[in-house]
């Protein structure tokens, strides 16, 4: 389904799906962050994305997310880059606060257009396939650290039903647009 789609249909869709998330209520958000920021598969070496991120907090406490990774693979023995896509949604709850940074956990819903190895002991057999797309729960734990007025720097861990080979760290920074 990714595969197929022309690169600017695919780029419209997800920025229409971060915008959406981002903002459907902006008039009356507590707040509406965008963030852009690095992903590392902790599970392969070669692999790498570039992270776009939407929050829109609707609770002192809550928040719900839609996150667009650009992923890139390196085969070293192809001697080529392979690059994929994995989009998510879902919602963080603050746990603390400590001094003036922020420690969330969260649930969500992620997809991604890889072709899992089902095989690999690394995968599990937690997630569902539906022609070239993968369907999987994700649990996330993200930190902020204001860095100025509306300039934040976020990091987070995410475990993914897929199977450790799939979990990812993140780090980037977070621009919210209202306090």
């Known amino acids: 389904m990714w595969n197929s789609l022309p690169a ?6 997800v920025l229409f ?9 902006a008039f009356s958000q507590k707040a509406i962050d965008f963030g852009l920021g690095a992903t590392i598969s902790t599970g392969l070496q070669d692999e790498w994305a570039i992270h776009l991120k939407s929050q829109y907090h609707f609770h ?3 928040n719900t997310y839609g996150e667009y990774n650009l992923f890139f693979r390196r085969d070293v023995i ?3 880059t392979e690059t994929y896509h994995a989009f998510g949604v879902g919602v963080n709850y603050q746990l603390w606060e400590v001094s003036t940074a922020k420690i969330y956990t969260g649930l969500g819903y ?7 190895d089902k095989r690999n002991p690394d995968t ?5 396939s539906t022609g070239n797309l993968n369907h999987a729960a994700q649990l996330k734990f993200l930190g902020t650290l204001p860095l100025g007025e509306h300039l934040h720097l976020f990091a987070e861990y995410n475990i993914t039903s897929f199977g450790k080979r799939y979990d990812t760290f993140t780090f980037g920074f977070i ?3 209202s306090e």
């Open 8 to 13: 600017n249909k695919l780029k419209s869709t």
């Open 17 to 25: 799906i971060v915008t959406l998330f981002g903002g459907f209520s």
């Open 60 to 62: 002192t406490k809550w």
């Open 78 to 80: 192809a001697q080529n």
């Open 110 to 116: 992620t997809a991604n257009n890889f072709p899992i």
């Open 124 to 128: 599990s057999k937690l997630f569902a």
């Open 175 to 177: 621009y919210r647009l």
